[in-house]
């Protein structure tokens, strides 16, 4: 289960920042609810890669732990008749942005997270050796929410300052042929004017 970090008058006006060993330092919109589903990063592969999705479990219902309780293998798939689809399914990404603005780190931004799967990007194969991945608690046809997109560009900032991040791309960007996450109801041009981020770094469109 997700628990919240500890807070204090210390922390509630203090940005989001990762320590040395890639987690998020303590702060009220954080919880840190690690995953087993990781492993080290190849060689010396080097962070470069922002990748972005979406989850909701089951599909279109928000709030509750059942994404979080996927990524730590511990979901009850008889709890709904959906979950049969993903039972066999040992995945996670490094951090969960729910509706609300909250944000869940399941795994270190030094170690490699399963998100992306069978995928490619500027020629290289595997992203998941070289990326981040964030999930957004929603659709691809229903719009995210303020509050995440609020907390998307903090984290991304805070990504910044630890990891040599130079692009981001949608999974659908990586895995076109498997993949149609965050898909249309994503705002690629908000991204953009709230992130400062390049054109050339965008997703082709």
Not at 106 to 118: E, F, Y
């Amino acid at each position: 289960m997700a628990r919240p970090a500890p807070t204090s008058k210390h922390t509630k006006n203090r940005s989001l920042s990762l320590d040395a060993a890639g987690w998020l330092h303590p702060h009220p919109t954080v919880q840190h609810a690690p995953s087993p589903n990781h492993d080290n990063r190849p060689g010396r592969a080097v962070v470069s890669l922002l990748v972005l999705h979406d989850i909701s479990l089951p599909p279109g219902e928000f709030g509750g732990d059942h994404v979080v309780q996927f990524f730590q293998n511990t979901l009850d798939f008889n709890s709904h008749p959906w979950f049969d689809n993903i039972r066999t399914l040992r995945v996670s990404a490094h951090f969960f942005i729910r509706r609300t603005g909250a944000i869940v780190q399941c795994v270190a931004t030094t170690q490699r997270a399963w998100h992306a799967g069978v995928s490619r990007f500027r020629q290289r194969e595997r992203c998941n050796d070289f990326s981040v991945g964030i999930e957004l608690e929603g659709t691809d046809t229903l719009p995210y929410t303020s509050a995440q997109y609020r907390a998307l560009r903090h984290l991304v900032h805070a990504l910044r300052r630890r990891h040599p991040i130079r692009a981001v791309q949608g999974h659908e960007h990586i895995a076109p042929t498997r993949k149609t996450d965050p898909g249309p109801a994503f705002d690629w041009p908000r991204f953009q004017r709230e992130n400062g981020w390049k054109p050339w770094q965008m997703p082709a469109t």
